[in-house]
DNA sequence: ACATTTGTATGTTTTACAGCACATTGCTTA
DNA sequence: TAAGCAATGTGCTGTAAAACATACAAATGT
């Protein structure tokens, strides 16, 4: 996908804005690739822009207690990166790295509020889009905390599946992670994201082939999740 | 406070409305007296307009794993509350609970998406607001899974401060919780908050009496918090 | 004034999980 | 094609914090 054709699919936020509109976008925004690995922004960058994905997977991190890191959100394309930071005038308090060779589109900020100015359907969009996100953190801020590993686990395993969905044999989770990536998503040491992963396939809940992850039974897997 | 006041005052996010904005404020807003304990919407409840504390404290929690609550906000006067569910179009995710006698203030949803069509800096406010607020969960995740119970409760100790305030004499916190609240504002059971609140007070890092805090030790305070 | 509930305090036991060491496998890249 | 290194897998050990138990003080209601 190009920064164009992300400005007119109708899954993004722009779908709102009027064909004019569109054009200013069209004009004002520029691209850049990364190859897998690099780091798109870096917490404590002042944010220069919107961004967001045209191609590609991102996964967004904190720098926590001794540098250990944990995973806030996961990114796909057609959605922003780093807005946060952006629109709460702050630095960026997140990193960002690509996951996958990935494709970054940006307007520069002035170019977004001129938008969000004469458009108060974009506005809203972006209202909605927090107010989503915000449920989403908060919710996982009790469950990382309450949950045991496999509660966990389970859960970040389902939350993958719904972000980036299936491939095409309806099983395999359409994301390769590294064990570490995993653990860094689930509040666990990378050991026990292993161990755990490993016990899951055991009980025959998902089957593991290298990275490749399949939830072969997704009813057992919610239940783990919602037993904690 | 009454909720007039609230309008004008220059703390809110109605500073950037127009005074006929403000008239249509308040002629459409209704005000509701809730006694300390009662609760102001239930986890699940559909919203019905747009909240804000006149007087009062309300804390916001989630029920977790084997009815455990989290507390995920503390507001005070001129804050919103409830908006989080409204503006993402869902049910309440969370429960608010006035932790003593409050005023709360209400106008109705068509109200506000009126105002915010018409008021580009007005969405702006809500835009910044939201931002702000997801970073705060953002930190409070990591935080909460990471730092021990130590650096978790001197966190919270200067959050309240930081959200409240202190009395006159400048030292102890403006706000009464039980040591339940405390506990599930800090992620760890009500044994550990009295453990650990007696330990911090027998380092002369705070002074207990009753629900009474009285922080003497700030940057030490401050070192716990960073620790972990 | 009494009983009953609720909150606070503290000691003991149990366990989930981190931390570490080490073995093994699978990619790079030279 | 080997060497080197990162990623993965597994067992062992220590410990932070939950769970449990009990005592007492302070509200609350009757």
């Known amino acids: 996908m ?3 054709e992300c400005i007119d699919n109708k899954m993004s936020v ?3 804005l009027s064909p004019e509109e569109k054009d200013l976008l069209r004009k004002n925004n520029s691209s850049h690739h990364y190859k897998k690995g690099e780091i798109i922004f870096k917490e404590g960058d002042k944010p220069t822009g919107l961004l967001w994905i045209a191609e590609g997977k991102v996964k967004i991190f904190k720098e926590g207690v001794g540098g250990r890191e944990q ?3 996961m990114a796909k394309p057609v959605g922003f990166i780093g807005y946060r930071a952006l629109f709460a005038e702050e630095h960026h308090s997140a990193t960002a790295v690509a996951i996958e060779d990935s494709d970054i589109c940006t307007i520069e900020k002035e170019t977004i509020y001129k938008l969000l100015r004469s458009n108060a ?3 809203l969009s972006i209202i909605k889009a927090f107010a989503t996100e915000l449920g989403f953190s908060n919710n996982r801020t009790v469950t990382l905390t309450q949950k045991h590993i496999r509660g966990r686990l389970a859960e970040s395993l389902i939350f993958l599946k719904d972000t980036y969905g299936f491939e095409d044999d309806n099983s395999t989770i ?6 570490e990536d995993i653990a860094n998503l689930s509040n ?3 050991s026990n994201a292993i161990r755990t992963l490993s016990t899951f396939a055991s009980e025959d809940v998902i089957g ?5 992850i399949r939830i072969q039974d997704l009813q057992k897997l919610e239940r ?4 904690g």
């Open 2 to 4: 190009t920064c164009e």
């Open 71 to 73: 995973i806030v959100r």
């Open 188 to 190: 666990m040491t990378t």
């Open 224 to 227: 783990i999740s919602e037993l």
């Open 121 to 123: 359907e974009l506005c």
């Open 208 to 212: 593991i082939d290298g990275r490749k």
């Open 174 to 179: 359409k994301i390769y992670l590294s064990r």
């Open 14 to 16: 722009f779908s709102v």
